[in-house]
């Protein structure tokens, strides 16, 4: 998402592989956050509310450091549609889009796997928990609509220092605000397919999830291009 140092090369000088690499550690990385923080948050407390903000502060952390690290290998994307808006902005190239895709989401997959594992389950198990109303889709079409628009908003007015903390601190409040508590990743929803647990969302479920996060991908691009940040005239 952002050249994290001055001084280190572009993330297009590196090589497709190490960026490849750098965006599944990352998303590994945010996966194990996002699902070891909400292990860990059953079984310190009952209490939902304080369940949901423990899950929300320690992934908005974790997507700060993430996105700080990693900024200046690959981008730090960590996100399917963050890379496609990219690209629609021609800003990354639009052949990178699936290669990084698959690097995202085989990356959430073995963070879902750690997380399990570190927690003592098995490595994969399946999750059963369904989101399949209507208020939860519209949730992540809003959810991954501001997301989209943060990151090419800040981009586009050359403020990309700022990316990784108005990613984390927009997701840490997305989480509270949006029905769906803000996945806005295809990636990261298909990692939590693999984990019965917390965080997890159900395989039946997670189509509808992603369209979602397509649509409001869409919605923040056009977002941008035509209110927020358009392009100069003449």
Known sequence: MTDAHPTAPPPAARPLPIRMLAEAIGSAGLGATVIGSGIMATRLTDDVGVQLLINAVATAA?????????????GAHLNPVVTAALAVQRLVPAREILPTAVAQVLGFAAGAVLANLMYGGAAVSISTTVRAEPGLLLGEVVATAGLVAVILTLVA??????????????????YFVTSSTSFANPGITIGRMLSDTFAGIAPESAPAFIGAQLVGAALGVLAVRLVIAPAPQG
């Open 62 to 74: 974790g997507l700060v450091v993430l996105i700080v690290v990693l900024g200046a290998v690959s």
């Open 157 to 174: 007015r050359g403020q990309q220092g700022w990316v990784p903390a108005a990613v984390g601190l927009y997701i840490g409040s997305a």
